[in-house]
C-alpha cells in the first residue's frame, strides 16, 4: 500500500521523541507482521455503535483468537504533545481495567486493535505513528498480539497498512443498532490505574 503524509493535526512531535523511536513508520508497521482482521467493517461498526467516538477520542479492544470482541474501552487525549510512551501508558492502564493480562502464556492468544477518531484524512501522520509504537508496546506488556490501528475520519475508517477501508462508519455517522449476538460479557472487576495525561470517557 501506497502511504501519503500529512503533518499531524494535533502538537508535532517533538526532535527527542522522535529520536527515542516513540514513532513508528509506515513502513515498520507493514513490517511488523500484525494479523489481518477477518471482517474489518464488523469491528469498526461495533466500536462506533458502543463507544459513539468524537475526534481525539480513542478505543482500545480485544479480540478473542476468533476475532470476536472481549472486551474494550474508550478515552480522550488532552491538548498534549503526541508521545508513544505516553499513549502506551494509557492504553495499558486501559488494557488492565478491562481484562486480565496473558504474560503466562507462552505465546499470544488475544489480540489487541486501536480505533482513532481524528481530523484531518486518512492519510498517516506522526500522531498516527505514536499510538502505533504506543499499542505495539502495550500489547507487549500486557501479553497481547499487536492488532489493527484504525483511523475513523470525517471521511470514513482506514486500516493502516493493510489497504482496508470503508465510508462507514464515519465521525459523523449514525451509530449502527446492536445486533443481538453481539453482545459483550460483562468485563471482569480488575480496577485500574488512571493516566495524568488522558482522561477516560467510557469503558462498555
Not at 8 to 21: E, I, R, V
Not at 24 to 50: D, F, K, Q, Y
Request: with cysteine; hydrophobic share 40%.
Amino acid at each position: 500500500m501506497t502511504f501519503g503524509f500529512a503533518p499531524s493535526s494535533a502538537a508535532s512531535l517533538s526532535t527527542s521523541a522522535t529520536s527515542a523511536n516513540r514513532v513508528l513508520e509506515p513502513a515498520e508497521w507493514a513490517a511488523a507482521g500484525i494479523p489481518l482482521l477477518r471482517n474489518p467493517r464488523e469491528i469498526v461498526s461495533g466500536l462506533h455503535t458502543r463507544h459513539r467516538p468524537r475526534p481525539e477520542t480513542a478505543v482500545v479492544a480485544v479480540l478473542d483468537p476468533d476475532d470476536r470482541l472481549r472486551a474494550s474501552a474508550s478515552f480522550t487525549r488532552r491538548q498534549a504533545q503526541a508521545d508513544g510512551w505516553m499513549f502506551r501508558n494509557a492504553l495499558l492502564a486501559q488494557l488492565r481495567r478491562v481484562i486480565p493480562h496473558d504474560l503466562r502464556r507462552r505465546t499470544p492468544v488475544r489480540t489487541a486493535v486501536l480505533l482513532y477518531c481524528r481530523e484531518g484524512d486518512a492519510r498517516w501522520t506522526e500522531e498516527d505513528g505514536a499510538w502505533m509504537w504506543g499499542l505495539r508496546d502495550a500489547c507487549t506488556l500486557h501479553g497481547l498480539r499487536c492488532g489493527a490501528y484504525i483511523t475513523l475520519t470525517r471521511d470514513g475508517w482506514q486500516v493502516l497498512g493493510d489497504g482496508r477501508g470503508g465510508r462507514r462508519p464515519s465521525v459523523d455517522s449514525t451509530p449502527e443498532p446492536f445486533a443481538t449476538s453481539e453482545a459483550l460479557p460483562p468485563p471482569p472487576r480488575t480496577g485500574g490505574v488512571s493516566s495524568d495525561v488522558l482522561r477516560r470517557v467510557a469503558a462498555r
